[in-house]
Each structure stands twice: as structure tokens, then as C-alpha cells.
């Protein structure tokens, strides 16, 4: 399509269409008046996008206000308890790592293992492009449903009962396709050329993929696997569904002990209706702000360090 | 020469060795991978339609859709299963979200992708990817705490809990999302089509507005709709924020109740299995997935079939 | 006996080969055979099949979904399209190098080391060995002996070119099958790359397609003209440009058309 009958293309329907042609004939105070229009939006799209980084703003402010002070030793170190005064994020700190401990590897595994089939082997089939619309419509789940799912599946079903190991799986399930995604858009900028040579040497398929296609698009995949562990490490809606409880005094010892995280212990102390229970709560999302940014900081790092020249 | 060729016969013969065993199993194993996938969304919908059933043998479908009473978590003289209020009540947060998160998202769009310089850009785009990747838990907190007490300030005789506290921080949360997959439709316009109208003379306002708006159209609304899937899906921060109760209000500052935050009711508090008030979890969850999946389903249909062909 | 003789000095024998991408014919009825320790050039217009007949060759066609071929390619007494066929014992066998230099993103030793690594090689002395073998008949060592930890894909256009070279000499194949190697170079490494060949002849077996009438006048031995998927003529190299028997191939050096 030609630039000019774009444009036209898309007055088509317009009520009046603008007479951009005239433009240059126009007295000057209509040149100033349509100058000055696009001054007042230049000035409100800036505003509407500084929203965002006000509300960041004001949301961060707000946290660190209420919160800073209740971050000491004590916080980390105590269980949770009835008293504000007492309670911590032990328990909740412990579990978190335990569901993304286990979580690591499963996604690891199925999120790459089903992005290296759906590039490198599977045939460009109905059943190929029925798995990838499956996925992407996967991707838009609300995840409380996934919380259903885990309930009904792993817990009842499976017997596993109000687990890390539950917790796991349906923190698994749910990250999967933001894993399948990305890994799929690293593992797809792997240059042909590169597969080619690797074969025309007598490589075989898994030897190309293990040797030439993953080490090259690990980066990407890596950055990918981070971000989908930093949005299960803020889920707490799934969680609450297979019924991972908020008033726990150990920490998990093995992964069929029951558990809390530390989205839901945050949960917890929100509901309370006591103000010193909203200073825990702020106090719990810094430290879980802290997380999400420090691994947020480390795919950037990641992604920095091995985006090379030659890439 | 004869020993030769006869000493290289079958040279190229396939072999059954250990490594080729491997190489056949690998892929029957990703595929497997793949599959759970597809396990997933079977899972999903069995389980949903599998308790619904069973819900709706007991309640009936049509005083569940046309009812206008949702008091499942009462004892069962009282129960009544009339979905519709929480249906309005989800509505009501997602027409508010709408509200804040489709003109500053668009905005933002525009402002990214037509006048931002890369400075701005490279500034910008991080702070809304992080606005993307706070928990949900987080702005329900943030809901509680600062958006509602700021909103009463203004209107003294609201609730702490109402829906435009939580509509709004709603929007908030998907704005990164419009705002990001706005701009990725707008960047696709090449840039002849802009070059064209400028070189008529037109200011930006005009480009964006008159010609690149218009051709990345229909990106921009599949991530509006995107947009409010999200919002329907969204969970921590109605239930921290909006109340539960439900009701059918257009009244903003009414506390309400939405599907999700019923679920999480009904999953945290002490229902037997089995018992009609936790049927009713699968019922209202078959009914949210319904309502995403549908417009996921409309998204991807309105960014394939309008797309703009250049 | 003499033409058993005679037989087995054809290292390739190609017999009513046909290939098909879908339902596109890209090339028709070939009958080709050739002989060890030869150049030989390919050389036709762009979309004549001659890059579809290398592929052909080391199997890479295989690689397009929707490829079909009918005919048989005999290698060592065998069709190389059997069902009972290793394709990567066949590719082991038959090397190639691509058009634009493609070095994997790793150090220059890793790249030559490849091929034996993935036929199973382990030891690090036997696989010095075979580095430093290959970099030499590639006339890459001198330049790179010193940085063989280093990426290869800092290396120049040429080097790299020479590296890929190197990389399929390290699997040790029989013929090695180049696809333009020269399109992407200056003229002062396209002539050290054509000197390569020369060396090379030696020891392999070299198939070569090229745009360039003049390399393929300078380098190869027999030369073979396609066009529109057809083999038009296939004969010494200096007879076919000297004394062309078909008036097609007449047209094509003189420069009628292509």
C-alpha cells in the first residue's frame, strides 16, 4: 500500500475529512491554532504517561512510610503471631523460597522443553498451531482459576493436600506460558545458518539444539524464566485457593510440609483491621519488593552481559 | 579398488546404537512437555465443568442467571444463587478501570511511540515495565492505604471499602499493559505512511491522531479488551479494597462484590467439599472463565482480522 | 576389471534425480557422476537448481518440509536416499560450506573442534590435533595460533570463511561441497580461499557452485550448467567455455543472459 492511498484509506469514513492539502494556503493564525493544539497534547500524553511513574511513586512512598520502621532483625526472625509487636515474616520468607525452589525446575524443564518442540521439531500442522493458541489462551487465565484448578487437582485429586509441593505445581502451571513465550522468541532468533552448519557436519537434531540453539539463546531464555519467577513470587490469589494458611510457626522442612508465602502472610496482616498490622504488611512488601527487584536487576544483568556484538 | 569400495559398503548404513535410541526418544519427550499445555486447559475445564454440573443439578441455571441475590455463604434457608450482582459488581470495578487505564494507556502509547525522544523512552519504558511486575497484593495494599483514604478526603461519606478505590488502582494496573501493547501496534506503522503526512504539512497531533492511530486500530483495541480481561481476572485487589458485598449498584462509592473476590471468599473460609456453597466457587469460576476466555478469544480475533496490511 | 576400475574412481553418481519443492519442479532428470580429487563448478542464472543439486548432495534438502525427490544419488556403492541410510554418517562424509560465513558464537578451537565432538571425540590431546590439522590445510593456523580461545566471530570476513573451511575438514569428510563460499568476500580473500581450493583438490573431492564464470574458469576441472532445473551440459572446464556443445550454454558465457 502506497503512503498516499494509506492516508486516504484511512479517512474513509471519517465524517469531515481533513483538507491537508490546503494547509499551505491557510492564513497563519489557522497554522498557529492547529501549532498550538498540538502543544496542549504533546503536554497532556506527557502528563498521562507520568502517571505511571507518580503512582509508582506515591506507591513506593506510601510503603516505605509505613513499613521502614517495622523492617528490623525481629521481622525476619519471628513467626507470625497475634501481637504486632511479635510477628514476622519468618515462616512466610521460608515458604516463598521453598514454592519457587521447586517451581524452578519444573518450569525450567516443561517451559523449555515444550518451546524447543514447538521450534525445532514439531511440523507446522494444525495440531502445532492448536497447542500454540492453546497456550496463548492460557496466558490470559485470570489466575485465581488456576487456583481452582490447583485445588481440585493437586490437592483433592492428588492427595497431595495444602503442600509447597501444590503450591508448586499450580505456581508451575500458571507461569508456564510467559516461559513457553519467551523461551520460544529467544530459541527462534538462532539463525538458521548456524542450525545448517551444525547439520551439515553430521550433527544430529539434539546435538544442534543442545550444543548450538541452547547455548545461544540461554540468555534470552534465563531473562525470561526470572520475570515469569518474580510475577509467581508476587501471586497470592492462586495460593490462597489451594489454602496455603497465613498462621504457620515453622518454617517448611520438607516439601509436603504445609506452608504460607509471602504474598498471602501480607494478605493476612491487610485484613486485620488494626493499624499496626498495616505497618507489617508494609514492612512484608518491602522485603518482597526487595526480591522482585533484586531478580528483576539480575535479568537485566543477564541480559546486558550476553547481549553481544556478534548477536 | 574393488576392496576399496568393498571395504566401504554400508558406511552410511544406520546403525542402532545407544545415541540413536536417545535422538528417537527426545522428541516423544518434549512433545510431552508440550502436552501439558494442553493438559492444563483440559484440566482447567474439566474440573470447572465437571462441580458446575453437579452445582446446577442442585440451583437452578436460570435463577443463577437472571437472579439478582447472591447469598451463597448463608445457611441454606437463606442461600439464594442469583449471579447477576456479582457480575455487576466485577462490571462496575472493570468500567472503572477502563475509565482511568484506556485514555492515559492510549495516551501513553502515543506519547511513547509518536513524541517521546529515545532519552525519555529509555527512561519511561522500565518504570512501566516495573508498574507492570508489582504484585497485585501490593496495589491492594496501596488501594487500602493511600487511594482510599486520599478518595475520602474528597467524599467523607464513602465506605473504606467501595469500587472506585479498587476500579481505580484496577486501571492502574493495566495501564502498563495498554500503554505497551498500543505503542507495539503504533511502532508497526511504517514510517512512510507518517513521512506522507507530514511532508502536507501536518503537525504530530494530526500524524497520531489522523493516521497512525487510525492504521494501528486494531492493536490498540485488542489491547483495550486485553486490558479488561485483565481486569475481570483480577483478584487481591477487590478483595482487599472493594468489600464483599454483594449487590447490584451502579454506585461507585457502594462497597461490592466481584466474582474473583467472591471465590476467594468462599475458598478461605471453612465450606465443606461437596457442600452447594462450594459448588458455587466452580459455578462462578466456569462463569470468569467464560467471560476471559471469550475476550481473549475477541482480541485475538481483532488484531487477525483487522490487520492493517502495509 | 578395468571398468570396475574406472567405475569406482566416480565418487558420486547421480541418476534421474528430480527434486520437487511442493509442486515446483527445481530440477529435472539429472544424470551426473564425479570423479575423486576433482573441482568441479557448478555455475547456471540464479533459480537454475544448482544450489537445490548441492543440497542434494549432503541431504540438507531434506530439511524443507514440502521437498520431494525421486532418482538416487549413489555414494560408495550405496544410495544415499535408502531408507537404511545415516543421514549424519553421510553428512560426516560429505562437508559443506555455506555461503556466508557462519561460525558458531563460540572460540575459534570450539568451532573446529565441533565435528569430532559431536561424532564423539573426548580426548584433548587427540583433539588439539585434529585443531591444529584442520587450521593448517584451512592456511588459518599462522593467523590464529595465537588466540584460539578467542570468539571466532571476531575474526574477518575471510578468516571466518576459512574457519568454516577448517571446521569441515576437522570431521575428516571424502568430498566437500561449497555453496558460493566466495559471494561474501573482497577479492584479496576470495583468491586465497580459491588458492585453498586448489591445495585442497589434493585430498578431497570438491563440488563448487558460483555465480562467478571467471572462478569457476580458474579453479574447477569440469564444470556443469544448469538451467531451469536442467544439466544442460557437464564437460572438462576449458572445453565447456572454449567449445560449448549446446547453444544454451554459448549464450550463458557469453553473457546473453543470467
Avoid at chain 2, 462450594?278 to 481473549?296: C, D, E, Q
Avoid at chain 3, 549432503?58 to 560408495?76: E, F, L, Q
Avoid at chain 3, 580461499?193 to 570438491?206: A, P
Avoid at chain 3, 557437464?234 to 549446446?246: A, I, M, R, V
Wanted: with cysteine; net charge positive; charged share 20%.
Amino acid at each position: 500500500m502506497s503512503a498516499e492511498k494509506a492516508i486516504v484509506h484511512h479517512q474513509r469514513g471519517k465524517p469531515t475529512p481533513p483538507d491537508l492539502s490546503l494547509v499551505e494556503k491557510r492564513e497563519s493564525s489557522h497554522f498557529g491554532f492547529r501549532r498550538w493544539k498540538n502543544r496542549c497534547a504533546h503536554a497532556i500524553f506527557l502528563l498521562s504517561t507520568m502517571v505511571g511513574v507518580f503512582v509508582l511513586g506515591a506507591l513506593l512512598w506510601d510503603v516505605v512510610e509505613e513499613g521502614w520502621a517495622w523492617v528490623t532483625p525481629d521481622f525476619f526472625n519471628n513467626f507470625a503471631s497475634r501481637l504486632p509487636e511479635q510477628a514476622g515474616i519468618k515462616a512466610a520468607f521460608w515458604g516463598t523460597l521453598w514454592v519457587i525452589g521447586l517451581t524452578i525446575p519444573l518450569t525450567f524443564i516443561l517451559g523449555i522443553g515444550t518451546a524447543i518442540y514447538l521450534e525445532e521439531y514439531a511440523r507446522k500442522n494444525r495440531f502445532t498451531r492448536f497447542i500454540q493458541l492453546n497456550i496463548s489462551n492460557l496466558a490470559g487465565v485470570p489466575s485465581i482459576v488456576f487456583g481452582i484448578l490447583g485445588l481440585t487437582l493437586f490437592v483433592r485429586l492428588a492427595g497431595l493436600g495444602k503442600t509447597v509441593v501444590a503450591g508448586s505445581l499450580t505456581m508451575t502451571l500458571l507461569i508456564l506460558p510467559i516461559v513457553i513465550v519467551a523461551a520460544r522468541e529467544a530459541i527462534s532468533s538462532v539463525p538458521n545458518n548456524l542450525r545448517f552448519a551444525s547439520f551439515a557436519m553430521g550433527a544430529t537434531q539434539w546435538q544442534t539444539i543442545r550444543r548450538v540453539v541452547l547455548p545461544y539463546s540461554m540468555p534470552g531464555i534465563l531473562t525470561g524464566v526470572i520475570l515469569a519467577l518474580s510475577r509467581a513470587i508476587g501471586e497470592t490469589a492462586p495460593l490462597l485457593m489451594i489454602g496455603a494458611v497465613s498462621f504457620i510457626a515453622f518454617t517448611p522442612g520438607y516439601a509436603l510440609d504445609a506452608f504460607t508465602v509471602m504474598p498471602i502472610q501480607i494478605y493476612n496482616w491487610v485484613s486485620q483491621p488494626q493499624a499496626e498490622f498495616q505497618h507489617l504488611a508494609a514492612a512484608g512488601i518491602l522485603i518482597l519488593l526487595a526480591m522482585l527487584l533484586s531478580m528483576n536487576a539480575f535479568a537485566v544483568f543477564l541480559r546486558n552481559r550476553f547481549a553481544r556484538k556478534d548477536r | 579398488m574393488k576392496n576399496h569400495s568393498l571395504a566401504t559398503l554400508g558406511r552410511f548404513r544406520r546403525k542402532r546404537t545407544l545415541g540413536r535410541v536417545w535422538e528417537s526418544m527426545i522428541p516423544k519427550f518434549l512433545l510431552a512437555c508440550a502436552l501439558v499445555s494442553v493438559l492444563t486447559t483440559l484440566g482447567i475445564v474439566g474440573t470447572l465443568l465437571k462441580e458446575t454440573i453437579s452445582f446446577f443439578t442442585k440451583v437452578s441455571l436460570f435463577d443463577y442467571i437472571t437472579g439478582t441475590k447472591w447469598t451463597a455463604l448463608f445457611n441454606e434457608a437463606q442461600q439464594s444463587f442469583g449471579v447477576l450482582p456479582l457480575i455487576a459488581g466485577t462490571l462496575l470495578v472493570t468500567g472503572i478501570a477502563a475509565l482511568v487505564a484506556i485514555p492515559i494507556g492510549l495516551a501513553s502509547a502515543i506519547y511513547l511511540s509518536e513524541y517521546a525522544n529515545p532519552k525519555v523512552r529509555k527512561v519511561v519504558k522500565p518504570i512501566l515495565e516495573v508498574l507492570a511486575g508489582v504484585p497485585t497484593i501490593v496495589y491492594g495494599f496501596f488501594a487500602l492505604t493511600f487511594i482510599t483514604p486520599l478518595l475520602r478526603t474528597i467524599l467523607p461519606d464513602m465506605g473504606v471499602f467501595n469500587a472506585v478505590s479498587a476500579g481505580i488502582v484496577v486501571g492502574i494496573m493495566i495501564i502498563p499493559l495498554i500503554a505497551s501493547l498500543s505503542e507495539d501496534a503504533m511502532s508497526a506503522v511504517p514510517r512512510s505512511i507518517r513521512e506522507a503526512a507530514y511532508a502536507m504539512g501536518c503537525t504530530k497531533l494530526e500524524v497520531a491522531l489522523k493516521v497512525v492511530v487510525p492504521a494501528a486500530l486494531s492493536g490498540i483495541i485488542a489491547s483495550f479488551v486485553l486490558g479488561l480481561s485483565r481486569a475481570i481476572g483480577e483478584t487481591m485487589i477487590v478483595t482487599i479494597a472493594a468489600g464483599a458485598t454483594p449487590r447490584m449498584t451502579l454506585d461507585p462509592t457502594d462497597s461490592i462484590q466481584t466474582m474473583t473476590s467472591f471465590i476467594v471468599q468462599a475458598a478461605t473460609g471453612d465450606h465443606s467439599f461437596g457442600s452447594i456453597a462450594y459448588g458455587a466457587i466452580y459455578a462462578v469460576g466456569m462463569t470468569l472463565f467464560i467471560f476471559t476466555l471469550l475476550m481473549n478469544l475477541l482480541a485475538q480475533y481483532i488484531s487477525r482480522r483487522f490487520k492493517e496490511e502495509y | 576389471m578395468m571398468s570396475q576400475a574406472t567405475m569406482s574412481r566416480y565418487v558420486i553418481q547421480v541418476e534421474n534425480l528430480d527434486v520437487f519443492y511442493g509442486e515446483k519442479q527445481a530440477l529435472d532428470k539429472i544424470q551426473m557422476s564425479i570423479e575423486e580429487n576433482t573441482v568441479v563448478a557448478l555455475i547456471g542464472p540464479s533459480g537454475c537448481g544448482k544450489s537445490t543439486f548441492l543440497r542434494a548432495l549432503n541431504r540438507m534438502n531434506d530439511m524443507i518440509p514440502s521437498v520431494r525427490i525421486n532418482g538416487a544419488i549413489t555414494m560408495h556403492d550405496e544410495n544415499i536416499y535408502d531408507k537404511s541410510i545415516d543421514v549424519e554418517m553421510l553428512r560426516k562424509e560429505v562437508g559443506m560450506v555455506f555461503q556466508a560465513p557462519n561460525p558458531f558464537p563460540k572460540s575459534i578451537y570450539d568451532n573446529v573442534a565441533y565435528g569430532p565432538r559431536v561424532h564423539g571425540e573426548k580426548n584433548r590431546k587427540v583433539l588439539d590435533e585434529i585443531v591444529e590439522r584442520s587450521l593448517r590445510q584451512a592456511a588459518l593456523w599462522d593467523e590464529v595460533k595465537d588466540r584460539l580461545k578467542d570468539r571466532a566471530t571476531g575474526l574477518s570476513g575471510g578468516q571466518q570463511q576459512r574457519l568454516c573451511i577448517a571446521r569441515t575438514l576437522a570431521v575428516e569428510p571424502e568430498i566437500i561441497l561449497m555453496d558460493e563460499p566466495t559471494s561474501a568476500l573482497d577479492p584479496i580473500s576470495t583468491a586465497k580461499i580459491e588458492e585453498l581450493i586448489q591445495e585442497l583438490k589434493r585430498k578431497f573431492t570438491i563440488i563448487i557452485v558460483t555465480h562467478n564464470m571467471q572462478q569457476a574458469a580458474r579453479i574447477s576441472d569440469r564444470t556443469a550448467f544448469f538451467l531451469s532445473g536442467e544439466l544442460v551440459e557437464e564437460d572438462q572446464t576449458d572445453h565447456l567455455f572454449s567449445n560449448p556443445h549446446d547453444q544454451r550454454t554459448e549464450d550463458y558465457i557469453t553473457g546473453r543472459f543470467g
